[in-house]
């Protein structure tokens, strides 16, 4: 297909694919455990700070330099540095973005698959389980967790083959929906069988005592992860949307979306967590165990247990695809291989490097890679910690001051105020911010 016709068909399609990659296993699993260690509200009010202000222009300018060039991440970046006579280098950007894509796809596609698993698993719950030793159960057979990532793969592999408008389109308008009704009936549940106004208070009523550096750098990187920034991925989706379609207007529904949904991620698991005299700050444990010893217990547990899984394994889909999406995007648009080849082939490679992550639960739970830290939390630190806010900084610098102000103007349009806004916070504000912090985790 000629890459300059292809276009969401729907015109929400742009937006509930942006929001299906931003809405991922970065709100639903790992905004409410870092909240809860990182002292409730304060984190969330920095993190909605980070959203807004660092977020938001990186996501307007992704969106942007998507729509104009309408390719891959690396021709895409390619030809925006040929229009504004700068150095082809900058097409470093996208490649960072492939890369950054896959690896975070190797480890993506394990945590899914134990979400997939738990599925089954809460279905089958009958009265009381010891939900920590289901937890290491799962995670000590390196055989229950391949074959799990095995399948979350294939189904994004095979998503992805299906090409932009039949697979991501197709899908997203069938996910999106359920997933959004699937968090309204948790969070009524929540609100029956929980202490709605206990997790209120700990999520929206800042305690700053708990700030620390880390905290800053830790709702930044989630920040970046949760609207899935930094990598190319957004722009790839950028480059399908028609050109008459409003940036601003989309790039605030999708992180008004995206917050939205881990606002209601923590009104889902807080109230519960507070009923049932589970401490918040069990880490990244709070879904699979404390959620599942809950589930265990309340009535039509196995039920609501099955369809909060459930939840979390469409979020986590709508997202891997995002993740797959543009180095296929790549290799189809150069016609090295074939779209659905292709797909399958950089899966494959995600897969490959996602035994590590799996083998990181139990046979190398001892192997140390970068720091302390083992393999599948040092691919975590690399692509968040690493990639990402390199990417997220780059994306910045060009679109801030690489980029022709009037190639800018002409495709956000809108009012001069509004673009004004906009380039300030970019040249001067998000890169500055990234910088500062990324540099302040190297100390
Ligand atoms: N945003 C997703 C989440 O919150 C993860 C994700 C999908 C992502 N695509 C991405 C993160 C691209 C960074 C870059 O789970």
Redesign the pocket.
Known sequence: MNKETLTWVGKWTFILAAAG???????IW?FPYKAGTNGGGAFVLIYLGCILIIGLPIMISEIMLGKRYRGSPVSTMKDAATESASSSNWQAIGWGGLI??VV?LSF?SVLAGICLNYIFISLGLEGEIDSIAKFQQVTSSPLQLLLWHTIFILITAWIIAAGVISGIERMVKLLMPMLFILMIIMVINAFINGNFSQAFSFLFSPDFSAVTANTYLSAMGQA????????G??MCYGAYMSPDQEIYESSAIVAGL?TLIAMLAGLAIFPIIFAYGVEPNSGPGLVFISLLSIFADLPFGNIIGGLFFLLLSI??LS??I??LEPSVAYFAEKNILSRPIASFMLAGIAWFIGLGSLLSFNVWSEYTFIGSRNFLDSMDLL??QFL?PLGGLFVAIFAGWKLNPSIAKAELGGSEFVFRLWQFFIRFISPVLVFGIFIFQLI
């Open positions: 990659s931003a809405v991922g296993l970065g709100n790992g950054a894509g975070i993506y970046f992860f949760s609207l899935s920034l930094g990598m991925a957004i995206d979020a986590a997202s891997s995002s993740l692509a968040n990402l």
